[in-house]
């Protein structure tokens, strides 16, 4: 038998890499307005030449220098910085345009900051999924995949998108994107992931190892006899006591139904509009709300150095590379904000109706519809939606609202599924409490109305909207 030997070889390959700027990039798209801020600020303290222009001060243009440059990279660097100039010059127009319309004083300046620095931040379940992913050691299509699954589970911890249709967005095969929703649940909190309760509750008696205990049969086979607390009749289907039942309710009340809360917070939070839609001239018109981002520019005492011959090269390499690092940021929060413009500007352009008649009128809308109408990744709308809210003459809702699967109606055309949850709650509040409707009543009232829905469909809404059984509604 040979002996085992060591040896060196040299191979090719392409390997595609996320550089750190892209992922500085791709981070400030996902952050809320708020904590972006808080980032751009915690940059400023980092870098020395970024400085925030305050309103209301002196303007100051920066233009390049004319000093002689001895080496290529210095010219380089001086056309990359022209670039810069003009960026900062739209920049200061786009957040500026409308500033002499606002009243600003000092006092109020520092009192806002107080109030900002105040805000508690905290880690959101979509953050906490997102960095278990980038240790699971995923390719970069599975990857691009899975977080599209993230973007869909929401707060309570559940995924409220089919995966057939997630499937279709991602370009993945269906089956394919079931595993990669396999991995995701093996993710913390336990039962993150579920597509409903039953799911919930059996992938974290799973990961208690009662897989196969009473506990697990009840959750499987009974769980609206648990409900309705018929321990009897589970007993008898289970062929078991009622106090081997009770025993098991005790396990089953142990877990968390909806995992997703450790990372939500239980206190009011102010939430911040990130984009606010006015009607003006009888169209709506999409407004960003830049007011608490700081417009930052590369400052010009740092541009300056670079033309003194009294400093050293060392020195000048530091300087280069911090204005590098704080142009691109002044790039990537332009892109940001380009991108939710855009993507607001289409959803409100899609959702005319429920702007104008209230949710009733809430059209069916995917991430995948709205990436192909701003020609980018379905990965892209799902980061920039998460945790960015719409201010509109209706109320304040999540972007992430907008968008819901269709059902198809009589003649052809598709009612949000949303619409039909507050036509089954509307139902539901005129019942007669001494002869409550069932599911059965319920789809055949909204078959007569052209909706083609599902009995079971009904009695997964209802679980949706924390509706009871009708034999639990019955008032005696």
């Not at 009897?232 to 396990?251: C, F, G, K, Q, S």
């Not at 949710?359 to 892209?380: D, F, G, K, N, Y």
């Not at 999540?398 to 619409?419: A, Q």
Request: hydrophobic content about 35%.
């Amino acid at each position: 038998m040979p002996g085992q030997t060591l040896s060196l070889s040299q191979s090719q390959q392409l390997q595609m890499i996320l550089a750190p700027q892209l992922r500085q990039s791709l981070e400030m798209l996902h952050l809320p307005i708020l904590e972006l801020r808080a980032m751009i600020q915690k940059e400023m303290e980092q870098n020395p030449t970024i400085e925030e222009k305050l309103p209301g001060t002196e303007t100051i243009e920066i233009e390049p220098g004319t000093g002689k440059t001895e080496e290529s990279e210095e010219m380089s660097f001086k056309e990359e910085f022209e670039v810069l100039s003009k960026l900062d010059e739209e920049w200061r127009d786009y957040f500026f345009q409308d500033f002499e319309s606002r009243p600003h004083s000092q006092e109020s300046e520092e009192r806002r900051q107080y109030l900002l620095d105040s805000l508690p931040q905290r880690e959101s379940l979509q953050e906490h999924l997102l960095n278990q992913l980038h240790l699971a050691g995923l390719s970069d299509r599975d990857r691009q995949a899975a977080e599209l699954l993230i973007g869909s589970i929401n707060n309570d911890g559940y995924l409220t998108t089919g995966t057939e249709e997630l499937a279709a967005s991602a370009n993945c095969d269906a089956t394919h994107l079931n595993d990669l929703l396999t991995i995701i649940q093996d993710f913390h909190p336990s039962g993150v992931g579920a597509r409903d309760l039953r799911e919930c509750l059996l992938i974290q008696l799973e990961r208690l190892g009662q897989s196969d205990s009473l506990a697990a049969a009840i959750a499987r086979e009974h769980l609206e006899l648990l409900a309705a607390r018929k321990i009897p009749d589970i007993a008898r289907a289970l062929r078991v006591t009622n106090e081997d039942i009770e025993a098991a309710m005790r396990m089953i009340s142990s877990l968390d139904p909806k995992p997703g809360r450790l990372y939500s917070d239980d206190t009011s939070n102010y939430v911040l509009s990130e984009v606010v839609v006015k009607k003006v001239d009888g169209k709506y018109v999409v407004i960003l709300n830049d007011d608490q981002l700081p417009h930052i520019r590369i400052s010009k005492q740092y541009r300056a150095m670079l033309e003194d011959e009294n400093i050293k090269p060392e020195v000048k390499s530091y300087i280069r590379e911090r204005i590098r690092s704080g142009a691109f940021m002044i790039k990537s929060i332009h892109q940001r904000q380009k991108t939710i413009y855009r993507i607001a500007s289409e959803i409100v352009t899609r959702q005319t109706e429920f702007l104008d008649n209230g949710v009733s009128h809430l059209r069916p809308m995917t991430m995948a519809e709205i990436a192909r109408a701003v020609s980018v990744h379905e990965t892209t709308v799902s980061r920039a939606v998460s945790n960015k809210y719409m201010k509109t003459p209706i109320g304040v809702y999540e972007l992430k609202y907008f968008f819901t699967p269709g059902i198809k109606t009589s003649d052809g055309s598709e009612v949000s599924n949303k619409s039909v949850k507050d036509m089954i709650a509307a139902m539901v509040a005129r019942e007669d409490p001494t002869n409550p409707l069932s599911d059965q009543h319920i789809m055949e009232t909204l078959n007569q109305q052209g909706l083609q829905i599902a009995r079971r469909t009904i009695a997964k809404y209802r679980l949706v909207l924390h509706i009871p059984p009708s034999h639990m509604r019955k008032s005696y």
